[in-house]
Structure formats: C-alpha cells, structure tokens
C-alpha cells in the first residue's frame, strides 16, 4: 500500500492537534511520546484512503500554512469534542460554590491543577461513561468522517461556523446548569426554610446551622442525581460524531 509522504504529514498534524485538547490524551501523566506515536500511526491508517495532496508546485511557506491549517482544524475539532468535560468541570465548581466547598479544593491528577471535590468527581464519573459504552470509539469515527466533507488544505472560515461554535460554547453553561439544578434547588428550599425559622424563632443560630443542613442535603441529592447526570453526558456524547461533521462541512465550504 503506497503511501504519500506529504498525505501523511498533513493527516499527523490534524490528529495531532486532536489528540492534543481530547480527554485522556491531553492528561499531563499521559507520556507525550505515546500521543505522538498514536498519532503517527493513525495517520498512517488514514493517509492511504486519502486522495493525494500535490505540493510539487506550492512553495514552502504555502506548505506550511497547509500545516498549520491542519493543525488548527484538529484544534477545533478537539475543542468541541472535550466541552462535556468542560461542562460536568462548571457544574461541580456551581456545586461547590453552593454548598460552601470552595477552601475543598484538591489537586487534579488529569490537568496538574487544583479542582473542586464535586467537579473531579463528574470529571471522572464523564470519562467512566465514556469509556464503559465505547463513545471513544464513536468519536474517533466522527474524527475520521470529516476528512470526507473537509479535505486536506480545503478548510475556510465563514459566518456560519463561527455562529456553530458560538452555539457549542453555550451549550457548555446549559448542560452544567441541568446538572447543578437540583442541589442549586436543594440549596434554595433549604435557604428559605432557615430564613422562616429565623422569624419563628429568632434565638436560633441560624447562619451556622444551614451551613450544615444545606452541605448535607446538597451531597444526598447529588449523589442521588448522578445517574441523571450521566444521562446528560451520554446524551452530549451520542451527538458529537454528528457535531464533529458538522463542524467539517461548514469548514469545507465556503
């Protein structure tokens, strides 16, 4: 099986920049020589099934520019493929904030950064999902389908596009709002009772007591609501391959 040099080049740069932003891969303790050796060989998988790119005539600064076109084109398409991680990350810190856990805040072994309790803990509860019902899988698919609306060096920029990721972005604060919606209504409920017993009752301590009741129905209901949450990133998962083709058509046309 012949394959072009240059073919597979511009491939490597795409999933390279892919692989780059997607979970799991970007982690910092994932070693960089095993996302480059992925990448390697999943552009050679490609390349091949690849109409070739003629460069003979292109001068070098043309060449790169088709690299860095690549490269951002895997960017972006990377970028829309971790916003659920983005999303549950959001939801745990409106969590955390709610229930007063920010002084919480541990050290995240996938970024190297420090993450509240609730946000590292949908983090991983989005990966298990993910990786249980083989949505990897299906992403990688999406990944490789673009290639058959936007060829190698065919990417341009235009209004729609910008308008479909502006929408992807906001997706990001309506997901994590369904997801901290019960215990920001727990929180509520819990408020407003305490505010009444103030009233009844005005010897009462009330500022210190609902620091308790609120942190400890906020956890009850969010460990009760973890399979609902896991509802919502199946579901942001299921259309991404549809999403990341998307992208690839509105990208190849100009």
Same mark, same amino acid.
């Given at each position: 099986?012949?394959?072009?040099?240059?073919?597979?080049?511009? $491939? *490597?740069?795409? =999933?390279?920049?892919?692989?780059? @932003?997607?979970?799991?891969?970007?982690?910092? &303790?994932?070693? /960089?020589? !095993?996302?480059?050796?992925?990448?390697?060989?999943?552009?050679?998988?490609?390349?091949?099934?690849?109409?070739?790119?003629?460069?003979?005539?292109?001068?070098?600064?043309?060449?790169?520019?088709?690299?860095?076109?690549?490269?951002?084109?895997?960017?972006?398409?990377?970028?829309?493929?971790?916003? $659920? *991680?983005?999303? =549950?990350?959001?939801?745990?810190? @409106?969590?955390?904030?709610?229930?007063?856990? &920010?002084?919480? /805040?541990? !050290?995240?072994?996938?970024?190297?950064?420090?993450?509240?309790?609730?946000?590292?803990?949908?983090?991983?509860?989005?990966?298990?999902?993910?990786?249980?019902?083989?949505?990897?899988?299906?992403?990688?698919?999406?990944?490789?389908?673009?290639?058959?609306?936007?060829?190698?060096?065919?990417?341009?920029?235009?209004?729609?596009?910008?308008?479909?990721?502006?929408?992807?972005?906001?997706?990001?604060?309506?997901?994590?709002?369904?997801?901290?919606?019960?215990?920001?209504?727990?929180?509520?409920?819990?408020?407003?009772?305490?505010?009444?017993?103030?009233?009844?009752?005005?010897?009462?301590?009330?500022?210190?007591?609902?620091?308790?009741?609120?942190?400890?129905?906020?956890?009850?209901?969010?460990?009760?609501?973890?399979?609902?949450?896991?509802?919502?990133?199946?579901?942001?998962?299921?259309?991404?391959?549809?999403?990341?083709?998307?992208?690839?058509?509105?990208?190849?046309?100009?």
């Amino acid at each position: 099986m012949e394959i072009d040099f240059y073919n597979w080049m511009l $491939v *490597f740069m795409r =999933v390279g920049a892919f692989l780059l @932003v997607l979970p799991f891969f970007s982690m910092t &303790n994932f070693p /960089a020589t !095993m996302r480059v050796a992925l990448s390697a060989l999943t552009a050679l998988l490609l390349a091949p099934t690849l109409p070739p790119f003629h460069v003979d005539k292109l001068p070098f600064f043309s060449l790169f520019g088709a690299m860095v076109q690549e490269a951002s084109i895997g960017l972006l398409l990377g970028f829309v493929a971790r916003m $659920v *991680f983005y999303a =549950v990350d959001l939801a745990g810190n @409106v969590i955390a904030s709610e229930l007063g856990l &920010n002084m919480g /805040a541990i !050290m995240d072994p996938m970024t190297g950064m420090s993450s509240q309790v609730p946000g590292t803990i949908l983090f991983f509860l989005a990966a298990v999902v993910m990786l249980t019902m083989d949505l990897h899988h299906w992403i990688l698919i999406g990944f490789q389908r673009t290639y058959s609306v936007l060829p190698i060096g065919g990417a341009h920029l235009n209004g729609e596009l910008f308008n479909v990721v502006l929408n992807q972005i906001s997706n990001i604060f309506v997901v994590a709002l369904q997801i901290s919606a019960p215990v920001l209504a727990v929180s509520f409920v819990v408020t407003v009772v305490f505010g009444v017993l103030s009233r009844a009752v005005p010897q009462m301590n009330v500022f210190i007591l609902s620091f308790s009741f609120r942190i400890v129905a906020g956890l009850v209901v969010f460990g009760f609501t973890l399979q609902l949450t896991a509802q919502h990133v199946i579901n942001f998962l299921n259309r991404l391959p549809d999403d990341l083709l998307n992208l690839g058509q509105l990208m190849g046309t100009r």
